[in-house]
């Protein structure tokens, strides 16, 4: 394994941290904020983040390459989430919790089919494992008896996790032409904009408090800002397969800080869980278990 393989495992591992501590960071104002509202925040506190550190692109960008930035921008930072909380809305958590990780089956479907991603079987079989841990995590085999009845509410989600996917596979591209910094910024501040819009448009109205500010923009740099920032780091070293699967572990470490800092329990079928991934990221680990290739648009 190289020293590039190495960093974009590494930046994977750690994108999975920040991403899987958003819970715990937004318990404390989730109740008293509106959903819409702090994803706009989140999304605009990210770009003033990471606007330092943004250096130009690397290459000259053709049309194509500024029609995959928009794209991205408006699937993954805006209609995405404004679908998601839409379905949240309308379904139960339950449901709404085994609906997204739908987002994974899409993520490789998608980098198989139009991508030009390769997988070997035993790297199939290794991102089974982590997608029925992650389930398991998920909905600790306890799933509400509306499931199989999908509403319009399942099928916002659905549409969410699709995008978010698509997302994945276009920052692919993209993040070997541009600064990832730059990147993180261009896509939060196009994502944010048109959510505040969204805001102003269905007359939501910008309320907020001194004492969650802190939270916020916690929340911001670290759980969105900063899992963006490795997460793409991480895509154009490993490639998108690897990087979803190893970014599936947010919902471990999402179950240990809410365990740490909410004192939640983590009941036997989680511990189970947990132990399935594990093994799943090891085999998807394997050199031998995976090889990836991607074609240059």
Known sequence: MNKSEVT????????????????????????????????SI??????????PMAKKAKTAFSKKDYIILVTVSVCGAAVAPYLYFLGLHQSSAADTSLLSNVEIMFTVLFGLIFFKERLRPVGFIA???????????????????????????????????????????????????????RLVQLKSIIGGLILLGTLFLLGIPFDITPSQIPYVILLSAIGFGGSL????????????????????????????????????????YQTIAI???????????????????????
């Not at 989140?42 to 606007?51: P, S």
């Not at 998920?138 to 509306?146: A, E, I, P, Q, V």
């Not at 991934?277 to 074609?295: D, F, P, Q």
């Open 8 to 39: 974009g495992y590494t930046s994977a591992m750690i994108a999975a941290v920040f991403f899987g501590a958003v819970p715990t960071l937004a318990k404390p104002v989730m109740s008293n904020i509106n959903v819409l509202l702090l994803s």
């Open 42 to 51: 989140a999304y605009l506190i990210a770009a003033l983040t990471f606007t």
């Open 127 to 181: 991102v089974a494992m982590v997608i029925l841990g992650v389930v398991i995590i998920t909905t600790d085999f306890r799933l509400s008896g509306s499931f199989l009845q999908l509403n319009v509410g399942h099928f916002f989600i659905l549409g969410s996790m699709a995008l978010w996917a698509l997302d994945n596979n276009l920052s692919r591209i993209i993040s070997v032409k541009m600064d990832t910094a």
């Open 229 to 268: 920032y490795f997460f793409l780091q991480s895509l154009k070293r490993i490639g998108t397969i690897r990087t979803i699967v190893i970014f599936s572990m947010s919902s471990v470490f999402g179950l240990v800080f809410a365990s740490v800092f909410l004192h939640e329990q983590i009941s036997l």
């Open 275 to 297: 132990a399935i991934m594990l093994v799943g990221i090891y085999m998807i680990n394997r050199k031998e278990s995976l090889k990836e290739k991607i074609e240059t648009l």
